[in-house]
């Protein structure tokens, strides 16, 4: 159980163009998501949390207008990353909490290359 | 403001051996602390988390962590190092429940044959 898929795991795209990735909770139900970026060798670092229902807040440093947050339903949140730029790519992963467990359960990652 | 440290990239271990792989951290108030591993090309997995309680905390494969409020520290452990334990383990703490986690850098841990 506790199942966190994300698609696509890894995408190439060209700069100004614009990418979506989907993370979905397989067979729970997540009123909150989140969003992480990760780089080489680094920590994850929180991008938003992504609420179903309503608008993501996110943390300091990290373009709303550029990284739109979408939490259409209670098992899909989408992260777009608009106008990519070189400086974009990285390992993005979502992850999902269930219940009032205080465990949050992480997709597998997409990786993002912007050329 | 909450920090996580996690001192060691790296924590080579023989296999069969004890291994611990250290944490600590700085938050105002309870902290939840939480464990996670990230095998390569797989997402994190939830090892073990400390809410309130014993001290103690036993989780996933073996694994356990103490908490030591005195010493702001929550250190990874096991009695018996296995090869498969080989990857990337994350220290994670929060003020606010399963909300707004904040990760160490992580500890690259080799169990050797």
Redesign the interface.
């Given at each position: 159980g506790a199942v966190?898929s994300?698609h696509p795991s890894w995408v190439i795209c060209k700069s100004g163009t614009s990418v979506k990735i989907e993370c979905r909770s397989l067979d729970f139900q997540a009123t909150?998501m989140?969003w992480y970026r990760q780089f080489p060798k680094?920590?994850?670092m929180?991008m938003a949390?992504s609420n179903e229902g309503s608008k993501a807040t996110y943390e300091q440093g990290v373009e709303k207008d550029k990284f739109l947050i979408n939490h259409a339903s209670l098992t899909l949140s989408t992260l777009t990353v608009t106008s990519a730029h070189p400086e974009d790519s990285s390992f993005y992963?979502c992850?999902a909490?269930m219940g009032f467990?205080?465990?949050?359960?992480?997709?597998?990652?997409t990786r993002l290359t912007v050329t | 403001a909450q920090s996580v440290a996690q001192p060691e990239d790296q924590v080579n271990v023989a296999e069969g051996n004890p291994l611990t792989v250290k944490c600590t951290y700085s938050v105002s108030g309870n902290p939840?602390l939480?464990w996670?591993v990230q095998y390569p090309?797989?997402?994190?997995?939830?090892l073990l988390?400390y809410?309130t309680g014993d001290n103690l905390v036993k989780g996933s494969y073996g694994f356990e962590a103490e908490f030591n409020k005195s010493q702001t520290s929550f250190h990874l452990k096991k009695p018996s190092a296995l090869v498969s334990d080989s990857a990337l383990y994350?220290c994670a703490v929060s003020k606010t429940?399963?909300?707004?986690?904040?990760?160490?850098?992580?500890t690259r841990l080799t169990v050797i044959p």
């Open positions: 966190v994300q909150t989140f680094q920590s994850l929180l949390t992963i992850s909490v467990t205080y465990e949050q359960y992480f997709g597998p990652g | 939840y939480f996670y090309n797989r997402g994190l997995q939830f988390k809410i994350f429940g399963a909300n707004n986690l904040f990760f160490g850098t992580g």
